[in-house]
């Protein structure tokens, strides 16, 4: 369940730290804190959060550039929601262009950030099994609609919980076209524009297509959204 996940906070606010790590625990999350990227890296080593809550804005290695490098690391399923007070647009892309799954902007509402916490949870937590779904070709990836797992020749191709709702909501509908809508739906989250949808849907190429540039599955219908088209 959401409510007993743990959750580590990385900001270098000491005061927002402690407001955020009372009012996570009245809901009902176990919580750990950090001043900044350094003590987060330590925090990981030791233990296996459910979620990271990271502030952009830290003096040292930013919240971005943790978030590109623990996309490049081991911890690349850890779901990650960034918090800072740049919330224009161009902002929000670079947060998802670095790997992040949410972006929530300064000051925001502490229950926002619990709906979104719960959220990304449920969207990061393996899916209920859907009978009879077969599973779907991808070249030499296959992809387990039951089970919401890709895997390849090699052995499982690492996605973060964003990366498998999304491609589960296209292998559920597989040659239709799906709209932007349908696609923020399907990630549990609002809207934030056409071009953050696109770097959603650019991170997944990455893991699916041998040539992003020329995608052979997944394909951009324009004006209407996205198709994903399965073969060899």
Do not use: W
Not at 142 to 155: H, K, M, N, Q, T
């Amino acid at each position: 369940m959401a409510e007993d996940a743990h959750i580590l906070v990385v900001d270098d606010d000491a005061r927002l730290r402690a407001l955020l790590s009372r009012y996570l625990g009245e809901h009902g999350f176990r919580v750990t804190t950090a001043a900044n990227a350094a003590e987060a890296r330590a925090r990981l080593r030791s233990l296996s959060p459910d979620l990271l809550v990271l502030d952009v804005m830290m003096p040292g290695e930013t919240g971005l550039d943790l978030t590109t490098a623990l996309r490049a690391e081991q911890a690349g399923e850890l779901p990650v929601l960034l918090l800072t007070a740049r919330g224009a647009p161009e902002d929000r892309i670079a947060g998802f262009e670095a790997g992040a799954d949410d972006y929530l902007g300064k000051p925001f509402e502490p229950l926002e950030l619990v709906l979104r916490i719960k959220a990304l949870l449920r969207r990061a937590a393996p899916p209920a099994l859907v009978p009879n779904a077969a599973p779907v070709a991808l070249g030499a990836l296959v992809f387990d609609c039951a089970r919401g797992e890709l895997r390849g020749p090699a052995g499982p191709v690492r996605l973060t919980g964003g990366e498998a709702a999304l491609l589960a909501a296209f292998a559920r509908q597989p040659n239709d076209v799906l709209s932007r809508e349908t696609i923020a739906a399907a990630l549990g989250t609002d809207e934030a524009g056409e071009r953050a949808i696109d770097v959603q849907v650019t991170r997944l190429r990455r893991k699916i297509e041998p040539d992003p540039r020329e995608p052979r599955f997944l394909h951009t219908v324009r004006g209407r959204g996205y198709v994903l088209k399965p073969g060899s």
